[in-house]
């Protein structure tokens, strides 16, 4: 057989010699892209001219579309097509949504229920008056048992008024002082933070609570260390009478701050001496009076914590 004919030059690179499928267009997917946006923008598009329109809102609105599909009624699109009542009920739906998110938050509309929840008892002042106002706990209490009428800073009347003792859970006792490390009658150190209510008839009531972590045991499971001697020890307070240290600084850090002696500088001087081998100075003990002890020459220095000391 006879070879088949050489291809001319100008078809050597022709289409039908080096043949491709062709690249796809995203036209078509843009278009139904577009389509689908615009079916459901369509109804928040035609509510305003439908509003000013004179005709009742039930009348038919018919759209062009694609043939072979008729829309009349709401514009959407025939996959998302629903009737009047779903979209009511979706409607609906959506409020009762939001009702239940607003249920945790106090709002101004339900902040008086609130207050009435967590157990605060200020009315409004019906009939009142004559009225005093103080933020003070003991002069609130004695006002009451009184019998005059007390109003809060807000205007509201205070029916009852709670604050605070301390208790002891050794002995029972209380006390009003709320400075009291230690029970003024056992000397124990166990008062615990109570929180107390007045009534009208002056009656005292105490509100204890159910949480068992109220009475810590911290410090009753392990023994106490030994105790330490000296001048600067560190002991634990155990009871309200405890000697403690004085902390001073030692004898020769003193004698620096002597104004009187002839060769004495200040403090705050550069060329003053500084006491760094006695066991005040190792303690960073000071006396700020007198401007004597140890200073750190660079306040912004960075010191290593959790170091146990010898």
């Known amino acids: 057989p006879?070879?088949?004919?050489?291809?001319a030059e100008s078809d050597e690179f022709g289409s039908f010699l080096y043949w491709r499928p062709p690249l796809p267009s995203i036209e078509e997917e843009l278009r139904e892209l577009l389509v689908r946006i615009l079916w459901r923008l369509l109804p928040a598009l035609a509510r305003?001219?439908?509003?000013?329109r004179s005709r009742p809102l039930g009348a038919t609105l018919t759209l062009s579309c694609p043939p072979g599909q008729a829309i009349t009624g709401s514009p959407e699109?025939?996959?998302?097509?629903?009737?009047?009542?779903?979209?009511?009920?979706a409607g609906e739906e959506e409020e009762e949504d939001e009702e239940s998110d607003d249920e945790g938050w106090i709002t101004p509309s339900n902040l008086k229920e609130a207050q009435q929840d967590?157990?605060?008892f200020?009315?409004?002042?019906?009939?009142?008056q004559v009225g005093c106002v103080t933020t003070d706990?003991?002069?609130?209490?004695?006002?009451?048992?009184?019998?005059?009428?007390?109003l809060a800073v807000n205007g509201m009347l205070i029916r009852r008024a709670r604050s605070y003792i301390l208790r002891c859970h050794g002995c029972f006792r209380t006390t009003s002082d709320m400075t009291k490390v230690f029970c003024p009658h056992c000397g124990n150190k166990t008062l615990k933070k109570v929180a107390v209510s007045v009534s009208e008839d002056g009656s005292l009531h105490m509100h204890f609570s159910r949480n068992p972590k109220v009475l810590n045991p911290r410090g009753l499971r392990y023994p106490l260390p030994a105790p330490q001697g000296g001048k600067h020890a560190n002991n634990p307070h155990l009871v309200e009478d405890q000697r403690f240290p004085q902390q001073r600084l030692s004898r020769k850090a003193r004698q620096k701050t002597n104004v009187f002696d002839p060769d004495y500088l200040a403090g705050a001087s550069p060329f003053a001496e500084n006491d760094v081998h006695s066991r005040a100075a190792h303690l960073q003990l000071r006396d700020a009076a007198l401007g004597a002890g140890r200073r750190r020459l660079n306040p912004n220095a960075v010191t290593k914590k959790f170091v146990k000391r010898r």
């Open 122 to 128: 200020d009315t409004a002042p019906v009939g009142v």
């Open 77 to 89: 699109p025939p996959e998302q097509h629903c009737s009047s009542a779903d979209g009511a009920s």
């Open 2 to 7: 006879s070879p088949s004919p050489a291809p």
């Open 48 to 52: 305003p001219f439908l509003a000013g």
């Open 118 to 120: 967590m157990g605060h």
């Open 137 to 150: 706990f003991a002069m609130q209490n004695v006002l009451l048992q009184m019998g005059l009428h007390v």
